[in-house]
C-alpha cells in the first residue's frame, strides 16, 4: 500500500496453517533483514513488532471484501511503528 505515509507492509507470522513455535524470532530476524535491504537502496523503514491473538479473516461487504488482520497487538504494532526513529 502506498499512501500519504509512504509505503505500507502488513507482515505476519504465525497464521494458521504455517504456525511456528519461533515466530516472533523470525518477526525480528525479517525486520532486522528488510533495514539492511533498505540501507542498500537508501530507503528509510520503521518496524513495530509485537506478538498477540488477533482476528485474522475476511471484512467488509460484497462489494469491498478484504482479507485483514484486527486486534490489539496489530494497533500496537502499527503505534510503534510510527513512533519509531527513522
Known amino acids: 500500500l502506498i499512501d500519504d505515509k509512504g509505503m505500507l507492509f502488513l507482515l505476519v507470522f504465525g497464521l ?17 533483514q528488510f533495514v539492511e535491504v ?5 530507503l528509510v523503514g520503521r518496524f513495530g513488532v509485537t506478538t498477540g491473538r488477533s482476528y485474522c479473516g475476511v471484512c467488509g461487504s460484497a ?23 527513522p
Open 16 to 32: 494458521p496453517p504455517l504456525v511456528h513455535p519461533d515466530d516472533p524470532t523470525r518477526a525480528v530476524l525479517a525486520s532486522m
Open 38 to 42: 533498505f540501507k542498500r537502496f537508501e
Open 63 to 85: 462489494k469491498r471484501m478484504e482479507y485483514t488482520v484486527l486486534g490489539d497487538c496489530v494497533n500496537l504494532s502499527a503505534r510503534l511503528m510510527a513512533n519509531a526513529p
